[in-house]
């Protein structure tokens, strides 16, 4: 079986909001996705909501019928909205105020105790509870640790790679890294900076369970609509599977 693919819709609202207008609506994103064959839609509330609403949310879980994915700072104010919510998963991501995206991973190693009761509250709700990763061994051990079901690697160094033998070195440290996560008895998902050249070997590595895109997705969307967008996404993945 080839990964499953949960679209992110952030720059859809990202859109929206640099005119505080109605339009393009993130729901209606979604019901194209799902006609392209999404698997998933995510979203990433931010803290300081640049994006997403919590309209969007509410809506989305309401009507959606492919599986929710919040991202989210772990705060207690995001778990509070997240069980209001009720997900299907969470992925936790470390949040900067002025990042134009997510930067790294979540930093586990060391930070065991903060973390564990805001992430056990997400586990009481039956909230699948995934964590954003850099793909090093002491931080996806840390991530099991706390009793997550997930850990969803960082693939920017990977797709930032510039030349071929560094971005080869990225692959098999992610490579490396989503057998290590799943050797662990977690699903290894896979995220960031992943488009339409780039995304077909890593969808094709054994272990990886679900690959999170956003921004190449929503932007080739701008030239052949949302629909067309997502399908193409789905052919690379299901090509990813015939390198076995
Ligand atoms: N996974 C996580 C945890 C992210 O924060 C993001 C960016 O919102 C993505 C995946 C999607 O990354 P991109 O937009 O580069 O495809």
Known sequence: MPPKLSVNIDHVATLRQSRNTLYPDPVHAAV???????????????EDRRHIQDRDVF????????????EMALTPAMVDFALQVKPFACTLV????????????????????????????LLDAGIFVSIFIDALEDQIAAAQSLG???????????ALA???????????IVRK????????????????GLHY??????????????????????????????????????EVLSRSHLMH
């Not at 470390?94 to 509250?121: C, D, F, H, N, Y």
């Not at 080739?220 to 996404?233: I, N």
Request: proline residues 5%.
């Open 197 to 234: 050249q780039n995304t077909e070997l890593i969808a094709s590595l054994p272990a990886v369970a679900w690959v999170h895109t956003g921004h190449s997705i929503i932007s080739h969307a701008v030239f052949v609509g949302l629909e067309r967008a997502v399908r193409e996404m789905k």
């Open 59 to 70: 809506i989305l879980k309401q009507t959606l019928q492919v599986p929710l994915t919040l």
């Open 94 to 121: 470390p949040e900067a105020r002025e990042e134009k995206t997510t930067e790294s991973g979540l930093m586990v190693k060391g930070r065991e105790e903060k973390l564990q009761p805001l992430i056990q509250r």
């Open 162 to 172: 510039q030349k071929p033998a560094e971005a080869q070195r990225e692959f098999q």
């Open 148 to 158: 997550v079901h997930t850990v969803e690697i960082h693939t920017g160094p990977y």
């Open 177 to 192: 890294m989503t057998e290590f996560a799943s050797n662990l008895g977690l699903t290894a998902n896979v995220g960031h």
């Open 32 to 46: 194209l996705c799902q006609l392209g064959g999404a698997d998933g839609v995510t979203v990433h509330p931010r």
